[in-house]
């Protein structure tokens, strides 16, 4: 599958996504938003099946809607709302009882997420999976293959040293240079420092 890298802020991307014949707008709204919406219809009870008409619903959605949209900043909670919307009808249509917290969610016991705090999760999730991988495609594999080993699958930095053919400092540089990026991009993307967001 091409990577459609991404070379816009949130901001340009959203304001793109009103021309409908931007079809790499589209695409990389596609790429970012749909497995995050399955993700989360899953997590509110949805079988895999379901969710994905979900997301397409919302993509269409989306697509009818976003010239009408202007608060940029609210995006978030606008995508959320339609979401959420298209779940509940999936429910009325199936006549089944539309429950703030699914059984899935409640044998989740130890994390006790409600909805938002669900949507949260995969929203963040999302986004990081995307700036990781537009990364990826930036620099060379060995200082990839050393951030994902040291920062995380926790190896330890002289084993990775060792299995890349690195020093332990060219590791720790390699960790420190792709979490930096990320960041940027995050930035960029949301809005937000990462480092706010994980505080």
């Keep these: 599958m091409m990577c459609i890298l991404m070379d816009e802020t949130r901001t340009t991307l959203l304001l793109r996504l009103k021309d409908a014949d931007d079809q790499t707008a589209w695409r990389t709204f596609d790429r970012l938003y ?3 919406i399955v993700g989360y ?3 509110r009870g949805l079988d895999p099946n379901d969710a994905e008409d979900v997301a397409q619903e919302c993509v269409q959605a989306v697509l009818a809607k976003i010239g009408e949209y202007e608060h940029l900043a609210s995006f978030k909670t606008w995508l959320r709302s339609i979401t959420e919307k ?3 009808d999936l429910f009325r249509l199936r006549k089944r009882h539309v429950r703030a917290e699914t059984s899935i969610l409640a044998a989740r016991v130890d994390e ?3 909805p938002p705090e669900e949507w949260e ?6 986004h990081l999976r995307h700036c990781a991988e537009a990364v990826r495609h930036e620099i060379s594999d060995t200082t990839y293959a050393a951030f994902v080993a040291y920062a995380i699958e926790e190896q330890p930095a002289d084993a990775v040293a ?3 053919g ?3 400092s060219q590791v720790y540089v390699a ?4 979490l930096d990026r990320i960041r940027d991009l995050m930035l960029d993307l949301t809005g937000c420092d990462l480092r706010e967001v994980a505080a």
Excluded: N
């Design 86 to 88: 298209k779940i509940c």
């Design 112 to 114: 006790q997420l409600t």
């Design 121 to 126: 999760r995969h929203w963040w999730a999302a």
């Design 162 to 164: 060792v299995k890349l």
């Design 175 to 178: 960790k420190h240079r792709v």
């Design 166 to 168: 690195m020093t332990r």
């Design 34 to 36: 749909r497995p995050m």
């Design 41 to 43: 219809a899953c997590s």
